[in-house]
Each structure stands twice: as structure tokens, then as C-alpha cells.
């Protein structure tokens, strides 16, 4: 690796304890570690329930991890507990851009109060700073001077786009975490909002990491994807090579998937339940079209420090 | 219009629909004309606010009390659907024509077991038939829900009937909705963005199941999306809709080969595909023109047309709805180039 991680994920956990069932926990996210090098760009792909958005909210340090560590930047932001996180110095380091671009604006905020907000709040700016702040970030995210007095309901879909991401833009973050940003968004809109997303994150030498279920968008905006399967990554590699010569069975079903993708993998079976898994048995096993018998003994483990790598006992190491 | 001995399940021909609003009256339908012929399955696409919902609407009768429909026609089979009364169209819903909603968990009823969801559609229609095809004992009616959710590939059919729909995945609730519109095996299906918000391999499996269903069953389907690649995957026909018109209709594959109405090549230019780089995207410029406008161009796309000129603006290109190959365009893209006609033919 020529440069140091600006996030180093090691072994991160979350469980949830389930209610009506004593003792029982469901792992949303399972002994995970991932790396983000300063400006690169990681895509999270997965089905709904995979664990992707508790992973996002640890990450966001919107939640608490159960165990693992979460080191930004060389410190262990695990450490700070995610109530108290808002007054920490990283607030304003990692910032997020949120799916639907209505819900997460304030209704009564017009669009230079939303942008304004986190540069006073986070970045300590006062008044006029956060002003002058507010027009710089308009004008990189193409959002023109007139609609900043606009409330979001003026807005088009593709205007409240840019409004989330000039909020996030504007307390001037390292780590940029973008949940589905284009998934509320017509493909007429999501491909302006794409390419501004992709230069922003060139200019601004912006890490992000890009959570999408839409495996055509992710391939087009990252350098490398990530592939989670109940709270697992099992596939992690450059996104070229992932979704062209994809390792691991279900990174190969959720590949065939794609619409146009010609002949598909189809998947039976249930997925098994994330309530306390068997630590021994690959968590595919129930859906694997290629399982044999030593899945159902031994789960398999992600090998550390490959470029492309599954976790898989298919698979060798590339 | 070449020998297609059979008329057409659904006619619709020039049908305008606007609604009243205190903002203004707002032309949302302009003449659209559509065809589905039986067991033909038809994706319907364009962006939001092109009308895909309030046609599909219009057609069963349930459009918004606002929704006034000024002129056309529509027929299914032959019944004249917007002169059928309420009664008449309530024997048809469910039973000749369903609908799949655009989001299970809002459409299923929460605090009822999806089994008994599906009994009530069945029940509905057996007193109204009293046709022995749907079975009348009570008895029948648990063990035909049973199997509507066998049909629709729910494993532990018997187990899943008593739940409740938080109680299962939003891939199953979807499930349930199309054993739900399948339960009286109607002619026609209407499925509005059945997939939306689903994840890709869940998707799939869906649209699969329903494609399947439809072709065993011969089952015309009308497939609402804005997601082009999703249908032309499954759908033998594709119509685009932009701003209330019906700009294009052809072959999936011909659509996709050879799109002669720039609006949509432009939608095929702004879908991100496995081999395309973000540089080769083109966003559709511009946006749906404001359909309360009483100064609209003929042609709506002209506004963001670069093909445009004088004459996109005063007369309205017509389309014909029953060719193989239709586009509502006076400066359409080159037709497809003598190799595409001979592999069509």
C-alpha cells in the first residue's frame, strides 16, 4: 500500500440484542475490517439486511460498535461514544450524504440555511465565513445563486440532490459516505448527479466510500468494491476485476442480476438467519449453488492483504 | 398494421386526461394511444410525472377525484372501460384486470394475515361470479390462497398464509401481492414498478416469477418502470411515455438497437450499463416541461430537443399505436440500418 489508510476498519462488530428472545443477538455486522486510502473511493454492495447501512452508521459514528476498532486518521474513533461524537474534531471530517434527498432536508430550512448549518456548527465558522462558504460550495456542486433562498419543496429532485451533497461539502470532510445518493433520483438526473459526484471527489482528493444496491453505478464510481453478505464482506477487490471476474458465487449471482447481464444465477434456498449464526458454517451455504460439504464445517475467512480476494473455500487467492 | 388476426386485449386511442387543481388545470394525458395484445407483455417507461401511473389508473377506473378524462377511448375485450359504470368495473378489477402496487408493505394490509388477504379477493369475486372456477366453500378458499402462495414460490405456503406482513421480507410482501392480483387468474396485469426498491437479485427472482406466470397463463402484462434495461430484460414490447404523450413504441430489442425518437436515445444515453464509462453518460438535458402550461409545445420533448424546430412546436406528431415499430417524431434518428429490418423479419 503506498499510502497510509485514512480509515483503518479492524474486526468491527455490531450486535443488536432481539426482543422476545433472552440472550438472542442478531450480527449485523460481523468481525469486519476494510481500509479507505485518502482519496480513493470504495463501493458497498449488498442486498437489503446485509448489515450495509449499520456498517455506514458505525462508520458515520451514528451508532456504537459492540467491539472493534475504527481508527480515522490515526485515532480510534470507536472510542468516542456516538452521542458524544457530534462535539468530536472528526464530526466535520466525515460527513454523509443521505438517500432521499427530500427526507433528509429540513423542510423549513431554505437551501443556504441547510449548506450554512454544519459550517457553523462543525467547522466553527461564524456568520460571514459560513456565508461566503455557502456560495463557494454552490457553485462546485453547480447549484446557481437563486435557488439558495429556496425552500426544498421549490427544488427539483436533482436541485435537493445537490443541496445533501453541498451540506456535506461544506464543513470540508475527508471521508465522504454517500448512502444511495442517485436511488430517489430518474437515470435523466442520476447521471448529471453522477458525474458531479466523480469530479467532486477528483478535485477535492475526497475518500468515499459509495453504498448502492445499482452495481452499474457502483462500477462507474469507485476503485474498489466491497461485497457484504449477512454482515460479512465476502468479495473485496479493484471494481473492474470484481464485476468482470467476480470470485465468490454470490458476488457471481448478484453480478448475473444485473438487468442486461445476459444469463442469470439463480438463487434458491432461504437466506440463513442473522441471529446468532453458527460461527462454523459459511453464512452462503444455505443459497450456494457450488456448496459442498466443508462450508457446513468451517466458515470461510476473507484473506488479508490480496488485491482480489473472497472468502470462499472455492476460491484460491489470487 | 400488419396480420394480427386478432384485435387487441386493451385499445386505448387518444386519451386525455387532466386534473383540476388550484394551481391550475394540468394536461396530464394528451392523446395517448397504446395496444396490448393478449399475453403480450409491455413495458410502459419514462421518467416521473411522464403519466406511466395515471394512465395505468385511468384504466381501472381509479384515478384521483380531480382526474377529469376529456376525450378517447379504451377498450379491453371489447368492454368500453371508461363508459363502464362502478359496478361494472368492480366485477372486472381483480377478477379480468389486476394491479401489482408500486410498494407492497403500504399496499397489503398491516394487521391482516396475507392468507386471508388473498381469500378476500378470491371471495369478492366468487359472490359476484358465482362461477364454480374459484371454489365456493369456505374450506376452498384457505386451501386456493395456499396455493396462490405455493404459485407464487413461497416456500412453507401453509405457514406463511398466517403471517402477518411486517413478519416477512419486502421480497415476499411483493410475493404476496402478485398472488394476490394472480388470484383469480386475470387476462390482464398491470404492475406498477413492481420492483422498485427491491434488491437486484431479489428483482430478479420477482420479475422472473411474474414473467413466467404470465407467459404459462397467457396473461397480457402492462410492466410500469422507469428502469429501461429491467424491460427490455423481460418485456416483448417497450412504449415511452415523456410529459403525458406516448413518444415511441417497438420491439424491446429494436428499441434498444435502434431508438428513433431522440428522447429515447437520450434515456438509453443516461442509463449507466456494464460497458459504458461515466464520461459516455449523457444526461436527458433539460426537464419535464410544466404541464399546466397553457402555451405547451405541440411536440412536449421539443423544449429539450436539439432536432427541434418551428413545426415540433405548432403540430403534434402523430404516432400509430398498432405498427410494429412507432415513433411520434417529425425529425426521427435514421431508421435501423437494412441488417436490424432483415433479423426483425
Redesign the interface.
Known amino acids: 500500500m503506498p499510502e497510509a489508510p485514512l480509515l483503518q476498519v479492524e474486526r468491527l462488530s455490531r450486535r443488536f440484542a432481539v426482543a422476545g428472545a433472552r440472550g438472542a443477538q442478531l450480527h449485523a455486522v460481523d468481525d469486519l475490517s476494510l481500509h479507505i486510502a485518502p482519496g480513493e473511493s470504495l463501493g458497498l454492495v449488498g442486498?437489503?439486511?446485509c448489515g450495509k447501512s449499520t456498517l455506514v452508521r458505525l462508520l458515520a459514528r451514528l451508532l456504537d460498535p459492540s467491539e472493534g476498532r475504527i481508527v480515522f486518521d490515526g485515532d480510534d474513533l470507536a472510542a468516542w461514544p456516538a452521542r458524544r461524537f457530534a462535539r468530536a474534531p472528526q464530526r466535520a471530517a466525515i460527513q454523509m450524504v443521505f438517500q432521499d434527498p427530500t427526507d433528509s432536508l429540513n423542510p423549513r430550512y431554505t437551501a443556504r440555511d441547510t449548506i450554512a448549518e454544519p459550517c457553523r456548527l462543525l467547522a466553527g465558522m461564524d456568520a460571514a465565513a459560513a456565508h461566503a462558504r455557502v456560495d463557494e460550495v454552490a457553485a462546485q456542486v453547480g447549484l446557481p445563486p437563486e435557488l439558495l433562498s429556496r425552500f426544498a419543496h421549490q427544488l427539483?429532485?436533482?436541485q435537493k440532490a445537490r443541496v445533501g451533497i453541498a451540506r456535506a461539502l461544506a464543513p470540508r470532510p475527508r471521508l465522504l459516505i454517500l448512502d444511495e445518493p442517485t436511488a430517489a433520483l430518474?437515470?435523466?438526473?442520476?447521471?448529471?448527479v453522477?458525474?458531479l459526484l466523480?469530479r467532486l471527489r477528483r478535485e477535492l482528493r475526497l475518500a468515499t466510500l459509495f453504498v448502492s444496491?445499482?452495481?452499474?453505478?457502483v462500477?462507474?464510481?469507485t476503485d474498489r468494491v466491497a461485497v457484504m453478505y449477512l454482515g460479512k464482506i465476502v468479495e473485496m477487490g479493484p471494481s473492474a476485476a470484481v464485476?468482470d471476474r467476480p470470485q465468490h458465487p454470490y458476488t457471481q449471482?448478484?453480478v448475473s442480476?444485473?438487468?442486461?447481464?445476459g444469463p442469470?444465477i439463480?438463487?434458491d434456498g432461504?437466506i440463513s438467519s442473522p441471529i446468532d449464526p453458527p460461527p462454523t458454517v459459511c453464512r452462503f451455504a444455505s443459497r450456494c449453488p457450488q456448496v459442498h460439504e466443508r462450508c457446513h464445517r468451517e466458515a470461510p475467512q476473507l484473506p488479508a492483504r490480496a488485491v482480489h480476494a473472497a472468502a470462499c473455500h472455492r476460491v484460491a487467492p489470487a | 398494421m400488419t396480420g394480427h388476426a386478432q384485435p387487441p386485449l386493451l385499445e386505448v386511442e387518444g386519451l386525455d386526461l387532466e386534473f383540476r387543481t388550484r394551481g391550475g388545470t394540468v394536461h396530464a394525458l394528451q392523446g395517448v394511444g397504446l395496444q396490448l395484445r393478449r399475453g403480450e407483455i409491455v413495458g410502459l417507461v419514462g421518467?416521473?410525472g411522464s403519466g406511466k401511473s395515471v394512465l395505468s389508473y385511468a384504466l381501472l377506473g381509479i384515478s384521483d377525484a380531480a382526474a377529469r378524462i376529456t376525450a378517447g377511448r379504451a377498450r379491453f375485450d371489447g368492454i368500453d372501460l371508461l363508459a363502464a359504470d362502478e359496478r361494472q368495473l368492480s366485477e372486472l378489477r381483480g377478477r379480468e384486470v389486476s394491479m401489482i402496487f408500486q410498494s407492497p408493505r403500504t399496499a397489503l394490509n398491516p394487521i391482516r394475515r396475507v392468507g386471508l388477504q388473498i381469500e378476500d379477493v378470491l371471495r369478492r369475486h366468487a359472490v359476484h361470479t358465482r362461477a364454480g372456477a374459484v371454489g365456493d366453500a369456505p374450506r376452498g378458499f384457505r386451501e386456493r390462497a395456499v396455493q396462490a402462495l405455493r404459485e407464487v414460490a413461497i416456500?412453507d405456503p401453509e405457514r406463511r398464509a398466517d403471517a402477518y406482513p411486517f413478519e416477512l421480507?419486502?421480497g415476499m410482501c411483493q410475493r404476496v401481492m402478485i398472488a394476490i392480483a394472480l388470484a383469480c387468474r386475470p387476462r390482464l396485469l398491470i404492475a406498477d414498478e413492481p420492483t422498485t426498491g427491491l434488491?437486484?437479485?431479489?428483482?430478479?427472482?420477482v420479475m422472473?416469477l411474474l414473467t413466467g406466470l404470465a407467459r404459462e397463463r397467457d396473461m397480457a402484462t402492462l410492466f410500469i418502470t422507469?428502469?429501461?434495461?429491467?424491460a427490455?430484460?423481460h418485456c416483448d414490447r417497450i412504449v415511452v411515455m415523456h410529459a403525458g404523450h406516448v413518444v415511441e413504441q417497438a420491439p424491446s430489442r429494436r428499441l434498444f438497437a435502434a431508438p428513433r425518437h431522440p428522447y429515447t436515445a437520450?434515456?438509453i444515453g443516461?442509463?449507466?450499463?456494464?460497458d459504458?464509462?461515466?464520461a459516455t453518460?449523457?444526461?436527458?438535458p433539460g426537464?419535464l416541461p410544466d404541464l399546466r402550461r397553457a402555451d405547451l409545445p405541440a411536440c412536449r420533448f421539443a423544449g429539450r430537443c436539439e432536432r427541434a424546430d418551428q413545426r415540433c412546436h405548432r403540430e403534434r406528431p402523430p404516432l400509430d399505436a398498432g405498427a410494429d415499430h412507432g415513433v411520434a417524431c417529425w425529425h426521427p434518428l435514421a431508421a435501423p440500418a437494412a441488417a436490424a429490418e432483415a433479423h426483425h423479419a
Open positions: 442486498e437489503s439486511g427539483s429532485g436533482g430518474d437515470v435523466s438526473v442520476q447521471a448529471v453522477l458525474q466523480d444496491h445499482d452495481l452499474n453505478v462500477r462507474l464510481l464485476f449471482a448478484l442480476a444485473i438487468p442486461g447481464h442469470r439463480r438463487l432461504e | 421518467e416521473s416456500a421480507s419486502g434488491d437486484v437479485t431479489t428483482q430478479a427472482a422472473d422507469h428502469d429501461l434495461a429491467l427490455a430484460d437520450r434515456l443516461s442509463t449507466p450499463d456494464r459504458g464509462s461515466l453518460l449523457q444526461p436527458v426537464q
